[in-house]
């Protein structure tokens, strides 16, 4: 195969753009690790390990390319997000080399490069490329198949027998990337019985030497590399149809007793994400945002009508239209990949319908290239002449009016993607991001300190189990629901729990006296959950020692010390109080941090202690239990909140406790035992 180096260069900055969108901040965006992403993690480090397999068995089963892709990532980076990411990120970068490749010899070296530009641009690419799903290696060794296939068959002799076997083996590798490689098969078949039912194609046809220079080398190829998963698939046939069974549209509970309406229904979904509304599910897109742009929707949908067109005149006249056999394998590769997502819920869905999308690209690219062609030929480009002069010829017109169109959908898809997209607190929730957070919170734990841990935040969580996998050695004590735990006095430790269940039978088994600090872990929001909800809270159960607080900030009523105070410069700035009790408080107050400027209150943060967690009758005497109290001010219309600068030449902080029943606030009491104000001052110091 010759290079055209004059084309080369074009290719590279594309392949640029493409890697560029597609590693930037891999580690960190979108947030979160999903259970998938994770699952596979551990199926590669199991790999490492020397487990090798086939097969992979846990959630659901898996085809295993990824899985070995994915151990040299590990291998090199550790076990992280950006190991898992990056593996990902680089067969989405390596996909748009091969989708030119595809494009160049199914149709031309123009297709091949408009093609190239439009998947490095996509949206639906780039986001599954960001993360670790193996359905990504799907479309690259489509690409390479496809377009391995379309060469050979350009091909005569030796050469093309050894191309074809070739397209085989790729074909056959095809089969252990995802499960929708299955459609290969039923491609096959169809295309097949199309080709030999044209007549023309009959008359013309020699058996003999198609099987011996095509078809009998690409099977000898397809066999040998599909030989092994096909002797797994003979051995265990439940287990590899299994998902497929869960979520297909036969079963009752999914079609709700109308099969034909709900296939109706998909299908018309299915044909509508590509210009109207995609995938609502935040894995794997900006919910509903469709496949393509309204920029770019109207040429993606006159290549349809050009393809269409092509296999009509194919099919009428036999194959000298030109472009006609490869445009029928476009039109099956983007009609047949599609049944995956038609045939289960939530259609339309972007990961079952991955082996679609380079096809659409292809569209996409035919119909830009045909409607750019046509209003050059009417002389609308004419005026572009003058902005391709400096070139001398390395571009036209055309070509520069497609890089025009291109690069404002690549705007658009880095304006969505790393602004409206992995910003919006969705895409975090549905992405898990609070179990990366659990594992950076048990990562920074100190060796000396006794992790205690949930075991509904330890159970079936493989994300967890991947970047943290500290929290299931012998030493860390699962907390069983309803079971006491015995912790050490002397010794640090960090209790981890799930707060959404009562936590009082807990509180109760901890020893006094202590420090305890109150951590709030992050935010989690499930597919059916109506609102966000906390995912997990951390204790720190600390003995008292003379390293702690020792001084006596203030004195309340009722033998409540403030021990400490002070004013923490992180985002938002936070008020940590520190208290104690010299006798026992039977009634549950609550404590205000107010803020003035210039005399006027600009913000209060009001609530139990310890955020609810260790409200004040629960108090042991000898007890520090640390406050925390976040500054935020609040919009005029209460639409979002910001974190508050304290300016010292200005700002005022007070603290004080009142009761809940008529908002009495408590005393505050002198050295000598007299009540002073009902507040004291912690900033500015004196």
Known sequence: MSINWRTLWPLLIIISIGAWLRLDHIGSLPPGLYRDEAFYGLDAAAILQGRWALYFAANNGREPL??????????????????????????????????????????????????????????????????????????????????????????????????????????????????????????????????????????????????????????????????????????????????????????????????????????????????????????????????????????????????????????????????????????????????????????????????????????????????????????????????????????????????????????????????????????????????????????????TTQLYLDQRLANDNPALQFLAPQAYAPSTQVIAEGKAIVITPTQPALIIFDPNHDWVNLRNTLPHPAQFNTILGAQAQGDKDPQPRRAFVGITVAPITTTLVSTNFAQFEGGIELMAANTLTQNPATVMLVWRTQQPIHEDYAVFVHVSRGGTLITQHDGSPAYGLFPMPTWQVGDQIVDLHPLITQSSTNTHTTALDINPSTDQILVGIYRRSDGQRLKVISENNKMLRDSVMIFPTK
């Open 66 to 447: 990824f899985m070995y892709w994915l151990a040299m990532f590990i291998a090199g980076f550790g076990r992280t997000v950006e190991a898992v990411r990056s593996a990902s990120a680089v067969i989405g970068i390596l996909t748009i080399p091969a989708i030119y490749f595809a494009g160049r010899w199914l149709f031309s070296a123009r297709v091949g490069m408009l093609s190239a530009a439009a998947l490095a641009v996509n949206f639906w690419h780039l986001a599954i490329s960001r993360v670790a799903y193996r359905a990504i290696t799907l479309p690259l060794l489509l690409c390479l198949a496809m377009g391995c296939a379309a060469w050979a068959a350009q091909s005569n002799g030796p050469m093309r027998r050894r191309r074809m076997i070739a397209a085989g083996v790729l074909f056959g590798l095809t089969f252990y990337t995802y499960t929708s490689a299955q459609m290969l098969l039923p491609f096959g078949v169809v295309f097949c019985v199309i080709v030999m039912a044209t007549n023309r194609i009959r008359a013309n046809l020699r058996p003999a030497s198609t099987m011996q220079n095509a078809i009998l080398p690409l099977c000898v190829g397809l066999i040998a590399a599909l030989a092994p998963l096909g002797v797994w698939l003979i051995r265990h046939p439940d287990l590899f149809f299994n998902r497929a069974g869960q979520v297909s549209i036969l079963n009752p509970v999914i079609n709700h007793g109308d099969f034909w309406g709900t296939l109706l229904d998909n299908i018309g979904k299915a044909i509508g994400m590509f210009a109207a509304q995609g995938d609502r599910i935040w894995r794997h897109n900006l919910s509903l945002r469709p496949v393509f742009d309204g920029l770019v929707a109207p040429f993606f949908l006159i290549g349809m009508m050009v393809i269409l067109w092509q296999v009509w005149q194919w099919l009428r006249t036999g194959p000298n239209p030109q472009h006609g056999k490869a445009a029928l394998v476009l039109l099956l590769w983007l009609s047949i990949f599609l049944v995956p997502t038609i045939l289960a819920e939530d259609t339309p869905h972007y990961l079952r319908a991955i082996g679609t999308l380079p096809a659409a690209c292809m569209v996409l690219a035919i119909g830009l290239e045909t409607s750019l062609a046509w209003l050059s030929k009417q002389g609308y480009l004419m005026g572009l002449y003058f902005f391709t002069r400096p070139f001398r010829g390395g571009i036209t017109p055309p070509a520069l009016a497609a890089t025009f169109v291109l690069s404002i959908s690549l705007i658009g898809t880095r304006v969505d993607y790393f602004d409206n997209y992995v910003k919006n607190p969705l895409t975090g929730y549905w992405l898990e991001s609070h179990n990366v957070s659990l594992a950076q919170f048990i990562q920074q734990t100190p060796p």
